[in-house]
């Protein structure tokens, strides 16, 4: 089977791009995580896809932050899979954007989920109303907010499964499998981390 798959479609002057990896790591919840660098910044726009298998109801999966002090993180918490970008404005008070999404529907431990979450995306409506959205899709059941955060500083690196320091008590590291992450909207698939903490490949099947 081959590792890497990538086929570029143009359809109009939209370029969509997908992408795959076999990429697959195992965290143990205790002190496990990576990151990848790149040198491809993110924006205001952004499509994750991945795939994880969690052993306990509350863990980081995803987490990356900017110079301004936006960030994006991807957790469970109480087995719930949330989505939460924080993007303050410079003025201060009142002013703070960003979504939270929480998903209504619990995750099944040990279960292969399979996953999208993504910033300020484009979409139309029946009507042909153009509008953004942000969001996340569990298993190809969508949970979004309808809306725009303008100016995302979301720079690598991107962590997966937790970061050097905990970021809350609520949310400790994850425990299970992550794997096939990519970001699509700029077609970066990430394969080998840029750093390892105490990971182990998955078992080939
Ligand atoms: C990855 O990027 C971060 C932030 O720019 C940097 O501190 C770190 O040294 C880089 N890691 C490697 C291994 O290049
Ligand atoms: C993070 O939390 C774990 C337990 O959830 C703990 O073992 C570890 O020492 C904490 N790390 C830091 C840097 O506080």
Redesign the pocket.
């Known amino acids: 089977m081959s590792a890497k798959l990538l086929l570029l479609l143009c359809i109009g002057a939209r370029v969509t791009i997908f992408v795959a990896t076999e990429a697959c790591f195992v965290m143990n919840g205790e002190d496990s995580w990576l ?1 990848f ?1 790149s040198t491809v910044k993110g924006g205001d726009v952004a499509h994750y896809k991945l795939k994880f298998a969690s052993k306990k109801d509350n863990g980081l999966i995803f987490y990356a932050q900017g110079e301004n002090r936006d960030f994006e993180a991807l957790f469970l918490n109480r087995g719930k899979l949330t989505y939460f970008l924080f993007n303050p404005t410079d003025y201060g008070t009142g002013s703070t954007y960003g979504v939270y999404i929480e998903c209504t529907k619990k995750i099944s431990k040990n279960y292969e989920h399979d996953v999208e979450f993504y910033r300020n995306e484009e979409f139309k409506t029946d009507e042909g109303i153009t509008y953004y959205k942000s969001g996340i899709k569990l298993d190809g059941v969508e949970f979004k907010k309808i809306g725009y955060s303008q100016g995302v500083d979301i720079e ?2 991107f962590f997966l499964g937790g970061t050097k320091e905990n970021i809350t008590t609520e949310v400790p590291k994850f425990k299970g499998i992550i794997k096939n992450f990519i970001e699509e909207t700029t077609g970066q698939i990430f394969e080998k981390a ?2 390892e903490q105490d990971i182990q490949a998955c078992e080939k099947s």
């Open positions: 990151y660098n690598p690196q840029t750093f």
